[in-house]
Every structure is written in structure tokens, then in C-alpha cells.
């Protein structure tokens, strides 16, 4: 008999639609997330493509899905170290790190006024600091803090555990190991942006103005850093010319060689929020090929009319600071005219590539291809950017698709 | 519900500012059974009293006045129990504070609101009211009776469509153990992708040509028990509900029925119309033919020019020859690009030394195709360039002559080749007739093909299965332009939609969005006037009417938003734990001020999955609401039913407020239209409030998406000054 169990890997959208959709059809699913909270690469985004509408808002129905379903157990924080056994009945090591807020927490946060120590929050790509007991999003699901203790300043425990009156701080939480049983699993673990630093010639990481595409997400988001103004970094500005650096580690056999399909669209998009912050703001995006594919063809025609967008076909060989006003140049030549372009902007904005969030770690038991997407094997079904780039559209298509493969796996028996 | 039994919390700030002995004695007045209080409701100590108390008094309902029914939902659930949740928390002692002379915000809740009255007596006049309308609620709930259809339900899927899409489809629901019963309109099964020599490669490295994948995917379809094969059979007509659908396939001359459970659309595409394309030489031109002309050529292995039969030495590929134009298809077709760079090897294939070029605006391999886009570029003998195309006429000795402008090496460009290959696109077979021939009230198609160029799209991005008809899911070509790839995953996807729903019907539940919802709408047709509101604003086509104008209800295609409800002039529609006589029960449960204190009063109806979670959200931020305004979550705008409005105004409410979410062509209501019609109905309501003497302004409605949180925040003070530009509602303390 094989266990009926499905496990999903990875919560965000593929994930998060993955485990409703099986656990709908009558499956028992287990969901692990590596982070604090559920929601993923969608979480950090303003809105979506070419809706414009706010990803929280479908967050907020699977959640629902999810409260109402006890069909779902949810494990954060949680990764998987390795995968034994077969299809129907795996056997999957995990290891869940200490979050050090107990079930007590209610998330008055009470303990976040008295803590002095601060972090980077990673979840606004280094834009701002939280403290060091924080709630890993505005729209976390659970509902819950999560402590950094790295990062608390001398007599903040105490303070902190004097402040919770629900006895919810617990600093003595260890790293477990457990096993899992399933008899499918569903792998989305999504991807990551490429590595910008590795661009060397894109100035990232040496220039202040010189910003990534999530970063962008971040600084329009109204709960971002900035309470959804676009500002650049070195003077906190609204920026009227910026650059889009199209294929930023993409479609380039010494990064990333595939195409990462959402990078254009999102660029299309970062103008109109530049055009809303400023209707002035001019977008210049440098480009190999636009792609828009679909319907989303409609969204590329918006992006026109509701922003000041220059194209220019090209791909971008340099990008400069200027030291006095922290301005850029950026140098490409445009291939329409052959001629060498260099265009002064106050802000540049790389649209970086995805790579799989798993590339670089060994999982046993999971197969990937040379660039770190999972192949489909057997009982193990691979779904969203973990399998190849997508949108989210056809994440969600994939995600629920891998459903009907772990069901069949499990009915196989 | 008879025995209600009300748990305030006193955590999180609530005892701090409210008086709980007072908020006790206002759920008593409602007539609560049992009244507790307690710190720490979500506590393991806390939820083991409640259960504790609730076997103690012998409550079948218990009112949580805590913190939102966002959080701890998992907490504060009984089974068999109804449960209520009052939020205190982020609906009163977060969200509410006494503001000082400039704006800012003070701590203490002692100062003065108004001449004789404390900002704390307005906070507890909130707490009191909210009290009282969970107890109220509660009073009015009646648990849900999972609906079970009299008639027999089947289990089994009907796919339409036998390509790629269709195929799959049929496939992975009869190994997942389901029954399938399969139309083609065709003779033969295997769709477009049966007539072409090859296709790119659908799995990794996807990056070569391999032969089509669509015969193995007959076989077995073809040797599988549990599918049920028609050809050259197209769908007559379809009635009845998932579950119960009843379809009519004809066949030949032959008419057979088949009872289905439930639908996957997967009717494929047709190559867009070449003789429209007369400007780029087709119809003309005897060398200019379309890829689909050039993919025979391909397979029959016989690439002679149409002209003479010449043998072809040299193609030129002309990307999105009709698409992405307005004048044709103003959408991209995804597929096209690739096909050419495949085709262009088959030429290159057939005979080395010919030439192939491609001229393209932008090459759109997309994702991991690039791969594919990579291998045939390190071919020398396929050129590719963007360009714009501005002529194409007769050449000398057959040839066809092209002049491409604006390439990439900056210079116009005039090549002679045999025969020019036109990339046309996909036109969805839904974009000419209906397919599905639905016999329901609101017409034969499903209403999203007008959104989407006749794709059977979803509105939704993060739910790309959700059509405005229950139990019919798209997939493939005819539910977006897309690879085969894609069309592989997206059938499997449609497929595992038709099963939930099968499963949700015999649950005796609701499909997506309201999944866990048992409850669903009845109506008392004694009372009915024909008015048909109901059966022509219904989003999903769930009401067909009988020929005397009466609603024909079909539960299984409801999806429980309550728009008949709103819609109903009668107020003869409810739903067992959700009702008119609910919402009217909880308005009059609050107290209403007496007249001269210009104590206003406002109530807003807030969409519960947008409006509702940025007010919670607004209220971690401590962002500060009116006093005045009390908040009742509904399901949609659209189940606001005017009455509504008239009892709120009757019991003194001085304006009412709705917050929706965005209409328009980027709608975000998950039930389709629910703010916009509440918008026209309050347009009538503007009449009602004239007759009582009440100013038409005292209604609002605003819009706003669930990340607008200092919008929705703006958007209610601004909304409480210019009622307070009003005179009292003089109904107020009759």
C-alpha cells in the first residue's frame, strides 16, 4: 500500500496552489517552507503582471484554503535534506530550524517595541533593517514573530522576554531533524534572483544606484522600505531617468543561458510604477528581444501608453558613476543604428535572471539538471520555477498539473 | 442558534482600554446564554475553557470577541459548534483612538469626543455594538446542510477535443480512476499536432526536434478501458449542473447522450485566416504559403515550390504575419517563433545547402526554450535578423523577392527566395462558436472569451482555471496560445480541476473560491415576482429561469457569493449561516444615540477576502478609523441587498458606507462583478433615501485592493467628514 500522503516542497504560489489543490481533491499534504512564512517570491512583489493587481489578495484565499482545510499540515522554516525510497512511499529527512516564538505568540508586538538589535531584512532585499524579533512579512502567514538571536543587542533578551506576556519567546528552541513519510512529492521550491554581484560590469554592489528588479518591487511596495515611493538609494530621490538592464545574467552562456521569461514584463511594469511615482519619469529599457508572449502582448501596448518608455536594442557593456552626483551612464550599443549609446540616468534598474532558490545544494534523491532545475522523476514531480522559468500564470498551470502526477503515483501504489 | 455563549478576551490590549464588565453585561442584553472572560482566549488554557464551558451550559454557539477571524482560525473551532468571531483586537482597540487638537494621536482615552461624552464611552459603544451583533448573528445561524443532489450524480469527465490538450487530459484522469468520455470533431484523433512532421522537444534539455509525440498519446487513449471514444462527433448541447451534466453529442446522423460529472474544454485552435494576409503577398503570390502549408510540405517530405514544383533551396520566414497586429490578431501566439526555427532546420535538413532566413520583430523563445532558440542559431546556413517587412512581390524565375527594412545591421535588405513561409498564428476554435453549447439562462459560451480574444482565459493570475462556469475547465490552444509543451502540463492541470470539483460535489461543497463553504442559497419561490435579478446578475449562470419567469436553481454551478441574494427584492434567497434577516438582526442589535450629541453613526459593508484583511492591516500599523464607523465583513459587495440599506437607515445610521474591490476591465472581484453591481443598485437606492428625506451622498461606495491599506484608511475619514457635513439622520433614536 502506499502512503497517501503527498508532500509539498516549497511554499510559495506553486507551492501554496499545489497543496490546496491536493488537499481539495481529498489528500492529506504536508507543506514546508524554508522561511518564517508562507507566500514566497509573490509576497515581495507590489503587483502582479499584466493585471496589476496585488498578489495578497490570491495569497489571502489560499490562506483561507489552507485555515479552513485540515487536510494541510504546514511546517516553516523547514528544508528537506534528502529523499530515500520510492514512489508511494519515500522516506524524506528534514531539518527545522528554531524559530524562538512559540504557538503562544498572538502578534500583539509588544516585544518588537523593546528590542534594540536589528537585521537585515532580507525579505526587502537589504533596503532596510528589522529588528531582531520581527514579523517576517506584513502579510505573514502564520501570524507569528520569529527571533533572530544573532542579531539581538546586549540585554535584549531579557527585555524582550519581559515585554511577551503569553510566554511565547522561548531562546532554549533547537535545529530538529525528522522524517517524513509521502507517498508523492511535490517539488517547488521557485528560484532565487541571479547573483548581480557576479555582473561585474553592471556596477552592482559598487554603485548605490545600481538596484535590482526585486529591489524595484521592494521600493514601490506600499508596505516596503518606503512606503511605495521610489526613491534611489544615495539620496533618497525620486529618480526621473532610469535604466532597465534587460537580461541581466539571462539568454548569456557565462551566467545564466536560458531566457528567465518574466524579466521584460516585469521591466514593463517597473515603468508604469515609475510613471505613477512620477508621470515625468522616463524609462529607457536596453533589451535583446521584448518578450511578451500571449496575451501578455496587451500588457507591452499598456506599458507604452501609461509610461515613457525608449527602447533600445541593445545589450548594455557598461555601466559607470558618476562620483559627484551618483548618476550612471550607461553604455551599449544599439544594434538597430550599430552606433554606441551612452545615456546619463539617475537610477538602473538590472533585470535580473532566476536561478533555481535550490542551485548549489545536494539534495539526495532529487535530480536536477546543469542548471539546477529538478527533472520530473517518478513519484517526485517538479512544478513552477523549480522546473524551468515561468510566469505565474503557468506556475500555478504546472503546480496544479504535478497534482494529478501524485495522485497517480500514490493510486499506483 | 438557541444556546449562545460569549468569550471576551481581555489580552492584547483589550482589557486595557475597554470595560469588560460593561461589554459582559451588553452581550447578556442580546441574550447570550453564557458570558465569560478571560486572558489569553488562544491559549492551550484558554480554548480547553471554552471547550470546557461549552459541554458545562450545553452552547451550540459561542461568540469569540477577540481578535480577528483572520488569525488563530485554527484555535477557535468546536466542532459541531457555530463559532462567531467579534474582533475587539484589530477591529476596536487597535484601530480606534481619541485624536487631540492637531491631528495626533493621544493615549489617553478619558478625553472628551464630544460635549459630555468621552472618546471611551464611544469605544465601548463600539465594543457594545459589536457584542451584540456576533450574539445577534449567532442568534440567526443555522448550520449548513451539506447539499445532496436527488439526482444521480456522474463521476465521469468529458473531454472536448482529442489533440494534444485533450488527449493528455483524458489520459491522466483515467489513470487517476476516472471515467472519460472523449468528442472529436475530426475523424481521427490527434489534432493539429497529428499533422506535422515534428515538434520541439517537451522535456529537458528541450532543446531538439523530435518526432511528434501525439501518436503514442492515441495508442493510448485508444487502448485504455475507461475512455470512451467519439469521432467525428461534435457537442449538440449541454444541460443541466457538474455532476448532472446532461450532453448531447451527435455523431454522424446518430444523437447519443451521456451524463458527465464534469468538463475539460480542450477545442484546440485554428491557424489564423492566410487570405486575410493578401498585404504580405498570400492569395497572390503562388510561392508566398502559411507554416501550416510548409509543415505538410515537411511531412509529405516534398518541399517544392507551389509555383513549378521547383525544388525549394531557399525559405524566408516572416514572424507574426497577422499577429500582434489590431488589424488581425492583436496577440502574440506564443508557438510561432519556434516553429519557424524548427522549419527552418527542416529545410536545412532536406538539403544542406539550403538557405533559410527568419525575419523576425522580436524572437520569443521563452524560458528554457532558449535552449532550443541556441541549437538552431549555430546553424550557418539559417540567417536571422529583426526587421520590418515592407515589400513582397514576384521575382525573376519564380522567386519571390522580399526587401527587409531596419535590420540589424542598419541597412534594407533584398533577398530572393523560393518560397516565403508566412508564420501565422492561433485563433482559439472558441473565438467562432461556442462548443460547449450550454443550455443555460445566460447564453451558450462561457463570458470570459470576450475578455480574451475567444481564449477561454481565467481573469484570475493566480487561479488560471477559473472560468465563470462550474465544472469547465480549458486547457491547451483554446485556453491560451501556448507550446505543446505547455499544452501537456496545462491539460494535467484541467484535468485535476475536473476531478475536485467531482469531488466537492459528492463533499457536498462549494468549488473554488469558497471551498470549505457547505452552505449554499435557498429560495422561497412563494414570494417570488418573476423580477428575474437574480437569474440574469448571477456571475456563474447558476439560475436558469422556468417560462414563467421563476428561477431554476442549479447548486452544483453556485459558487455561494450571494449576489442572488443581493440582487433579491423580495429578500426570499438565504443561505442557511447567511441571511437577510442575519444582516438586519445585527443592525438593529446596536444602539443608536440619541438626537443633539451629534454622536454620528456609520456602518460600512466590506468585501471580506480585499477590504476587509487592509482594515486588519491598518490596524497592525495602528493606523486610526472613526469611532463612529462599525464594519460588517460580507462575502461580496454583491450580496448586499438593498434592504440593507433601508434598515440601517431606518435604525438612524447617518451614512453607509460599502468597500469593494476594483471593477472595470481589470476586475479583481473573485465573484466577477460584486462591487459593480453594488454600485448600480445603490444608484437606485439614491430614490429610496430621497422619499425619506435623507440626502443621496448618506451611500457611498469605494474600491479599494487589499495592498491599499492608507487608501482604504483615507477613503473612510474622508468619508466620515463629509457625512458629519450633514445634519443627524433624524430617524436616529425613533
Same mark, same amino acid.
Given at each position: 500500500m502506499a502512503n497517501s500522503t503527498i508532500l509539498v516542497v516549497g511554499g510559495g504560489i506553486s507551492g501554496v496552489t499545489a497543496a490546496v489543490e491536493a488537499a481539495e481533491v481529498g489528500y492529506e499534504v504536508v507543506l514546508v517552507e524554508k522561511e518564517p512564512t508562507l507566500g514566497g517570491r509573490v509576497a515581495q512583489l507590489k503587483w502582479y503582471f499584466p493585471k496589476l493587481c496585488p498578489p495578497a489578495c490570491g495569497l489571502e484565499i489560499n490562506y483561507r484554503r489552507i485555515k479552513t482545510n485540515p487536510r494541510i499540515k504546514v511546517y516553516t522554516m523547514t528544508e528537506v535534506l534528502g529523499i530515500s525510497g520510492g514512489p508511494g512511499n519515500y522516506k524524506v529527512r528534514l531539518k527545522k530550524k528554531p524559530r524562538y516564538v512559540n504557538e503562544n505568540c498572538t502578534a500583539c508586538g509588544e516585544c518588537e517595541k523593546v528590542c534594540e538589535g536589528e537585521r537585515i531584512s532580507e525579505f526587502d532585499f537589504g533596503l532596510r533593517k528589522t529588528k531582531a524579533i520581527y514579523l517576517p512579512c506584513p502579510f505573514a502567514f502564520p501570524m507569528r514573530y520569529v527571533l533572530d538571536k544573532d542579531a539581538l543587542a546586549p540585554g535584549d533578551l531579557e527585555r524582550i522576554m519581559q515585554a511577551c506576556k503569553y510566554n511565547a519567546i522561548d531562546p532554549d528552541m533547537k535545529e530538529e531533524e525528522f522524517e517524513l513519510e509521502a507517498g508523492a512529492i511535490i517539488w517547488a521550491t521557485g528560484w532565487k534572483p541571479y547573483d548581480a554581484t557576479k555582473l561585474d560590469n553592471l556596477g552592482y554592489g559598487k554603485f548605490e544606484n545600481v538596484i535590482t528588479n526585486m529591489q524595484m518591487e521592494r521600493l514601490a511596495s506600499p508596505w516596503g522600505p518606503t512606503g511605495g515611493k521610489i526613491l534611489r538609494p544615495s539620496d533618497n530621490t525620486p529618480p526621473k531617468r532610469v535604466a532597465f538592464v534587460q537580461c541581466a545574467g539571462s539568454r548569456d552562456e557565462n551566467h545564466l543561458p536560458y531566457c528567465s521569461y518574466i524579466c521584460c514584463l516585469a521591466s514593463l511594469k517597473h515603468s508604469i510604477y515609475l510613471a505613477q511615482n512620477d508621470p515625468e519619469a522616463e524609462s529607457l529599457i536596453f533589451y535583446i528581444d521584448i518578450r511578451t508572449p500571449g496575451r501578455y502582448e496587451k500588457f507591452l501596448k499598456r506599458a507604452q501608453e501609461e509610461a515613457k518608455i525608449t527602447f533600445i536594442k541593445g545589450k548594455v557593456a557598461k555601466v559607470e558613476e558618476d562620483p559627484e552626483t551618483k548618476d550612471l551612464i550607461v553604455t551599449a550599443e544599439d544594434t538597430l543604428s550599430g552606433k554606441k549609446v551612452h545615456e546619463k540616468v539617475n537610477m538602473v534598474v538590472l533585470a535580473l535572471g532566476m536561478?533555481?532558490?535550490?542551485?548549489?545544494?545536494?539534495?539526495? !534523491?532529487?535530480?536536477?539538471?546543469?542548471? !539546477?532545475?529538478? /527533472?520530473?522523476?517518478? !513519484? /517526485?514531480?517538479?512544478?513552477?520555477?523549480?522546473?524551468?522559468?515561468?510566469?505565474?500564470?503557468?506556475?500555478?498551470?504546472?503546480?496544479?498539473?504535478?497534482?494529478?502526477?501524485? /495522485?497517480?503515483t500514490i493510486l499506483r501504489g | 442558534m438557541e444556546k449562545v455563549g460569549v468569550f471576551i478576551c481581555t489580552s492584547c490590549d483589550i482589557a486595557k482600554r475597554l470595560n469588560i464588565e460593561d461589554l459582559e453585561a451588553a452581550a447578556r442584553d442580546q441574550g447570550a446564554a453564557a458570558v465569560y472572560s478571560r486572558e489569553f482566549l488562544c491559549s492551550k488554557e484558554g480554548r480547553e475553557f471554552i471547550e470546557s464551558k461549552i459541554k458545562e451550559d450545553g452552547l451550540d454557539a459561542v461568540c469569540i470577541c477577540a481578535c480577528s477571524p483572520r488569525v488563530n482560525w485554527d484555535v477557535f473551532n468546536f466542532d459541531g459548534v457555530a463559532v462567531e468571531r467579534v474582533s475587539l483586537r484589530e477591529g476596536v482597540v487597535w484601530s480606534r483612538f481619541p485624536v487631540g487638537e492637531n491631528g495626533e494621536i493621544l493615549e489617553d482615552d478619558s478625553v472628551e469626543y464630544v460635549e459630555g461624552v468621552s472618546f471611551k464611552d464611544e469605544l465601548m459603544a463600539l465594543a457594545k455594538d459589536y457584542v451584540k451583533m456576533g450574539v445577534a448573528k449567532l442568534q440567526s445561524?443555522? @448550520?449548513?446542510?451539506?447539499?445532496?443532489?436527488?439526482?444521480?450524480?456522474?463521476?465521469?469527465?468529458?473531454?472536448? %477535443? %482529442?489533440?494534444?490538450? %485533450?488527449?493528455?487530459?483524458?489520459?491522466?484522469?483515467?489513470?487517476? %480512476?476516472? $471515467?472519460?468520455?472523449?468528442?472529436?470533431?475530426e475523424k481521427e484523433l490527434g489534432g493539429f499536432v497529428r499533422k506535422m512532421?515534428? @515538434?520541439?522537444?517537451?522535456?529537458?534539455?528541450?532543446?531538439?526536434?523530435?518526432?511528434?509525440?501525439?501518436? $503514442?498519446?492515441?495508442?493510448?487513449?485508444?487502448?485504455?478501458e475507461k475512455i470512451k471514444v467519439y469521432k467525428g462527433a461534435q457537442i449538440e448541447k449541454i444541460s443541466g449542473a457538474p455532476g448532472m451534466f446532461d450532453v448531447k453529442i451527435k455523431q454522424g446522423g446518430k444523437e447519443i447522450e451521456e451524463r458527465i460529472g464534469a468538463i475539460v474544454l480542450a477545442a484546440g485552435f485554428k491557424p489564423y485566416d492566410a487570405s486575410k494576409l493578401e498585404h504580405l503577398g498570400y492569395g497572390k503570390i503562388k510561392n508566398v504559403i502559411t507554416n501550416v502549408q510548409f509543415e505538410e510540405m515537411a511531412k509529405a517530405g516534398n518541399f517544392k515550390r507551389p509555383s513549378d514544383g521547383a525544388p525549394i533551396k531557399s525559405v524566408l520566414f516572416v514572424q507574426c504575419a497577422g499577429q500582434r497586429d489590431e488589424n488581425h490578431l492583436p496577440y502574440c501566439s506564443g508557438y510561432c517563433c519556434l516553429a519557424s526555427l524548427k522549419q527552418a532546420k527542416y529545410i536545412r535538413e532536406a538539403d544542406p545547402d539550403a538557405k533559410a532566413y527568419i525575419i523576425y520583430d522580436y524572437m520569443r523563445t521563452m524560458g528554457?526554450?532558449?535552449? &532550443?532558440?541556441?541549437?538552431?542559431q549555430d546553424d550557418p546556413g539559417i540567417f536571422l535578423t529583426k526587421g520590418k517587412i515592407t515589400e513582397i512581390s514576384e521575382g525573376e524565375d519564380g522567386k519571390v523577392k522580399v526587401i527587409v527594412e531596419e535590420t540589424l545591421l542598419g541597412e534594407t535588405l533584398e533577398i530572393e527566395v523560393d518560397v516565403v513561409v508566412l508564420a501565422v498564428g492561433m485563433v482559439p476554435v472558441t473565438a467562432e462558436e461556442s462548443v460547449l453549447n450550454l443550455e443555460y439562462r445566460q447564453g451558450p459560451a462561457?463570458?470570459?472569451?470576450e475578455l480574451f480574444y475567444g481564449y477561454a482565459d481565467s481573469n484570475f493570475i493566480c487561479f488560471p482555471y477559473e472560468t465563470r462556469r462550474t465544472g469547465i475547465y480549458a486547457a491547451g490552444a483554446v485556453h491560451q496560445p501556448m507550446t505543446i509543451q505547455q499544452a501537456i502540463e496545462d491539460a494535467r492541470g484541467a484535468a485535476l480541476k475536473a476531478i475536485q470539483c467531482l469531488v466537492a460535489i459528492e463533499e457536498g461543497h462549494a468549488v473554488h473560491p469558497r471551498t470549505w463553504d457547505f452552505a449554499y442559497p435557498e #429560495?422561497?419561490?412563494? +414570494?417570488? =415576482?418573476?423580477?428575474?435579478?437574480?437569474?440574469?446578475?448571477?456571475p456563474f449562470g447558476a439560475l436558469n429561469e422556468d417560462e414563467k419567469g421563476f428561477?431554476?436553481? #442549479?447548486? =452544483?454551478?453556485?459558487?455561494?457569493?450571494?449576489?442572488? #441574494?443581493?440582487?433579491?427584492?423580495?429578500?426570499?434567497?438565504? &443561505?442557511? $449561516?447567511?441571511?437577510?434577516? +442575519?444582516? =438586519?438582526? +445585527?443592525?438593529?442589535? =446596536?444602539? +443608536?444615540p440619541e438626537q443633539g450629541y451629534y454622536l454620528y453613526r456609520l456602518l460600512a459593508f466590506v468585501c471580506e477576502n480585499d477590504a476587509f484583511p487592509a482594515l486588519d492591516m491598518a490596524a497592525y500599523k495602528k493606523y486610526n478609523l472613526p469611532v463612529s464607523l462599525r464594519i460588517i465583513p460580507v462575502r461580496c459587495l454583491g450580496s448586499v441587498n438593498v434592504s440593507f440599506i433601508k434598515d440601517a437607515m431606518s435604525k438612524g445610521f447617518d451614512g453607509i458606507l460599502l468597500l469593494g474591490c476594483k471593477y472595470g476591465e481589470y476586475y479583481q472581484c473573485h465573484f466577477i462583478k460584486g462591487s459593480e453591481l453594488a454600485n448600480r443598485r445603490m444608484e437606485n437606492v439614491a430614490e429610496t433615501l430621497q422619499q425619506l428625506a435623507l440626502e443621496p451622498e448618506r451611500v457611498t461606495l469605494h474600491t479599494v485592493a487589499i495592498d491599499e491599506v492608507e487608501e482604504a484608511v483615507k477613503k473612510i475619514k474622508e468619508f466620515e467628514e463629509e457625512m458629519k457635513g450633514f445634519d443627524e439622520n433624524p430617524f436616529k433614536g425613533w
Open positions: 536561478e533555481p532558490s535550490i542551485k548549489g545544494l545536494e539534495i539526495s !534523491g532529487l535530480k536536477v539538471d546543469e542548471n !539546477g532545475f529538478v /527533472i520530473t522523476d517518478n !513519484g /517526485i514531480i517538479a512544478c513552477g520555477c523549480a522546473k524551468m522559468p515561468l510566469d505565474v500564470m503557468t506556475s500555478n498551470e504546472t503546480a496544479t498539473g504535478a497534482v494529478i502526477k501524485a /495522485i497517480q | 445561524y443555522q @448550520h449548513p446542510v451539506p447539499y445532496k443532489p436527488e439526482d444521480q450524480i456522474s463521476k465521469t469527465i468529458l473531454v472536448i %477535443g %482529442g489533440g494534444v490538450a %485533450g488527449l493528455t487530459a483524458a489520459i491522466e484522469s483515467a489513470k487517476a %480512476g476516472y $471515467d472519460v468520455v472523449l468528442v472529436e470533431k512532421k515534428a @515538434h520541439c522537444a517537451i522535456k529537458p534539455p528541450y532543446k531538439d526536434i523530435v518526432p511528434p509525440i501525439v501518436e $503514442d498519446l492515441i495508442k493510448e487513449v485508444e487502448s485504455n528554457i526554450y532558449e535552449n &532550443f532558440y541556441k541549437n538552431i462561457l463570458p470570459e472569451l #429560495f422561497n419561490l412563494k +414570494m417570488c =415576482t418573476q423580477c428575474k435579478r437574480c437569474t440574469e446578475e448571477c428561477p431554476i436553481q #442549479f447548486v =452544483t454551478r453556485c459558487r455561494r457569493c450571494g449576489t442572488c #441574494f443581493g440582487a433579491c427584492p423580495q429578500r426570499i434567497i438565504s &443561505f442557511k $449561516d447567511y441571511s437577510v434577516d +442575519m444582516i =438586519t438582526n +445585527m443592525i438593529q442589535a =446596536t444602539e +443608536m
